[in-house]
């Protein structure tokens, strides 16, 4: 009696730990060079996790999970994990190359440039006008006046019209 207890017991351990995840640790590299910051994915559970400086990992992981690698500009490895005790992946680089880079500049004289960015900043320029305070409605002779401009005076007394002014 006391034996099957323990048989009970062992097979239960047994089956516990086959059931249950395995911390599973191992290194990332290329050309054995450890990759830092390298990411490991556990697809089946989901988890995931990153590298150290030496590329080493540790990762939860069952039997017949899908793992995958992956880092900048190295080609995707996928793994099969078979209760292994140690994983060592080794990632390979992608290789390309760019068939011609051409740079064009468009050089403007100051005249090009102070209009370019008055067209930009037009909102700075406008807040920085202090000239055309008063102005003069003369289209009929019904409606003749003289009138203030209320954003003329804003921008020629207020802090945003004198840094405006300062930025033109």
Do not use: W
Not at 128 to 133: A, K, L, P, V, Y
């Amino acid at each position: 009696m006391n034996q099957l207890r323990l048989l009970l017991v062992f097979i239960f351990i047994c089956i516990t730990n086959i059931l249950m995840a395995q911390a599973v640790k191992g290194t990332v590299s290329s050309n054995f060079y450890p990759l830092k910051g390298a990411f490991i994915k556990n697809v089946s559970k989901k988890s995931l996790s990153v590298t150290d400086n030496d590329g080493n990992f540790k990762i939860e992981v069952f039997k017949g999970d899908t793992i995958i690698t992956s880092f900048i500009g190295y080609k995707t490895d996928t793994l099969i994990y078979h209760s292994q005790t140690f994983l060592l992946l080794s990632l390979h680089t992608i290789s390309g190359t760019l068939s011609e880079v051409v740079i064009k500049g468009n050089h403007l004289n100051s005249l090009q440039q102070y209009k370019k960015n008055q067209q930009i900043y037009r909102q700075i320029y406008r807040i920085g006008d202090n000239s055309n305070i008063f102005f003069a409605n003369m289209k009929s002779i019904d409606n003749a006046g003289i009138g203030i401009n209320i954003d003329a005076l804003f921008s020629n007394f207020s802090k945003q019209g004198k840094d405006a002014r300062r930025l033109q």
